[in-house]
Every structure is written in structure tokens, then in C-alpha cells.
């Protein structure tokens, strides 16, 4: 079995540390180096519904892609519900690591795996000086409507489900699509001559505008949905990686929604 030293030095590989944005917060959280790691449990979120089902599977780490400490913190105390994190996975001999931005412009990323999740072909970066998402081709042209179908068919089902903002008729060729928070990234979406441009956490003002601005398609998922598809991806790799060294590692993604937004409900009329 391999230590965690090894694992971790293997995914810091596959994600640089060093490639994350300043602001953020990579890397190992808690697990002694020298551990030997059987199991490994991908997830987005490091909150305790994973922590308890990583205990229940056996698991020796958890790999997240959001942080657990992203601003960071003075005390682990259980009391808090990210300390009663912390605690739980060193009861129970867990290690946590974190891939966040680092795994957003890595080569293949989260928009790589988003983008393989909708089963469209990508033909580059969004942002090519940091590799932020990707700009995608339909194998054959779509509207609107049916390209924002295709996602809510394909992607994880959460409450929100599927927003758009656009003609739902207008016909779709180019893509551009990015894991997370994108509205940002309107100007080199623009630039890039996409029809559309799928992502998360689009936000009224800058939707209005970039309406306004263009004929520019938006569809709007669920954060947790569209880096959803990073975990199988990244499980994926330490697997090919567990069998070039034959670590024989058991690695699982987990399936438990942890997108925050719990239901969903239509307004039945205008306003007053």
C-alpha cells in the first residue's frame, strides 16, 4: 500500500499547488504522511455528510475540490461545524486534500470534465493565458432549448435544475462552458464567438447585461452540478496512476448531493 506522502505527491502532480489562485486554500488539511492509504473518496464539498460516509466506506483519505478552511481559521474546535469536520477524520485516521483552482486550470480541469459530462467535444481554452474553462462544439447544431435539455438530462439533479436566459430557439454551435462561478468570463466568452455558455451562479445584474450586450445564450446549473463531474475524472486518474505503480487502491466518487438548495418552488403569479 502506498503512504499518504506518495498519493498526495502523485495528485499534487496531477493539480500543482502552486497553480492556485493566491486567494485560495490547496492542499493537505489534516492526515499523518506516513499513513498507508487503501481508499480514496472524491467529493466536492469536505462537509460531514461526506466525512460520515468516507468513515462508513473504510476510506484513508477524502480528496475535495472545494476547501474545508478557505479563509481560514484560529480554532478546530468540534463545536463548530467545520471543526467537528477536522474531528471526525482524525478519529478515524481520514486525511482530507483539496485540488480548488488548481484543478479549474489544470489540463485536463473541471471544465474539461464538464464539458466530457454534456458529451461535447472541446476545442480550447475560455482563458488561454490560465486555462480557464473551455470553449466546446456541437457534433451537430442545437437550440438553445434543447442544448440546456442535454444538461439537465446529463448532469446531476439538484433543486435548482437548469436556468436560461436567451431565445430558447436560437440555434447553438459553440459552447463555452466553466465549472463554478463564471459570470466573469462574459467578455471572453464574447471574444470567443460562442453561441452559448454554460456555467453556475450567474447572478441578475451581470445576466441582464450580457443580454442586453449580445444574442448570447446563457444556461445556468447548479454549482455543485457542474463540478460534479471532476470527481469521476480525478478518480479516474489516481486510478490509472494506482495501476502504473500497482498501489491496488480502492477509489470511489460519492454520490451524495451536497449542493446546498434543498427545493425548488415556481411563483404562481405576477407581482403585486
Request: proline residues 7%.
Amino acid at each position: 500500500m502506498p503512504r499518504l506522502s506518495e498519493v498526495i505527491a502523485a495528485l499534487d502532480a496531477l493539480w500543482p499547488p502552486e497553480r492556485a489562485e493566491t486567494w485560495d486554500a490547496v492542499g493537505t488539511v489534516c492526515g499523518d504522511p506516513d499513513a498507508e492509504v487503501r481508499r480514496v473518496l472524491f467529493a466536492v464539498d469536505p462537509v460531514q455528510e461526506i466525512a460520515d460516509e468516507a468513515i462508513a466506506l473504510g476510506a484513508d483519505l477524502i480528496v475535495t475540490h472545494h476547501p474545508l478552511y478557505l479563509r481560514g481559521t484560529t480554532t478546530v474546535a468540534a463545536g463548530h461545524f467545520k471543526g467537528r469536520v477536522v474531528h471526525s477524520l482524525i478519529k478515524h485516521d481520514i486525511a482530507l486534500h483539496v485540488a480548488h483552482t488548481n484543478a479549474d486550470t489544470a489540463d485536463p480541469g473541471v471544465s474539461d470534465a464538464l464539458a466530457g459530462a454534456l458529451g461535447i467535444r472541446v476545442t480550447g481554452p475560455l482563458v488561454p493565458e490560465n486555462n480557464l474553462g473551455r470553449i466546446c462544439e456541437l457534433d451537430r447544431p442545437e437550440t438553445l432549448g434543447e442544448f440546456a435539455a442535454r444538461a439537465a438530462e446529463r448532469l446531476p439533479a439538484t433543486a435548482q435544475g437548469i436556468r436560461v436566459a436567451g431565445d430558447p430557439g436560437m440555434t447553438v454551435r459553440r459552447v463555452a462552458v466553466s465549472g463554478g462561478s463564471g459570470d466573469s468570463l462574459f467578455d471572453a466568452v464574447r471574444a470567443a464567438g460562442a453561441d452559448a455558455f454554460l456555467t453556475a451562479d450567474l447572478r441578475h445584474h451581470p445576466v441582464s447585461e450580457a443580454t442586453q450586450h449580445s444574442p448570447l445564450g446563457l444556461v445556468d446549473a447548479a454549482h455543485w452540478a457542474t463540478e460534479w463531474p471532476w470527481c469521476e475524472q480525478a478518480a479516474a486518474q489516481l486510478d490509472e496512476i494506482s495501476d502504473r505503480h500497482g498501489w491496488d487502491l480502492r477509489v470511489h466518487v460519492s454520490k451524495t448531493v451536497t449542493d446546498p438548495w434543498s427545493s425548488h418552488h415556481t411563483s404562481p403569479g405576477a407581482p403585486n
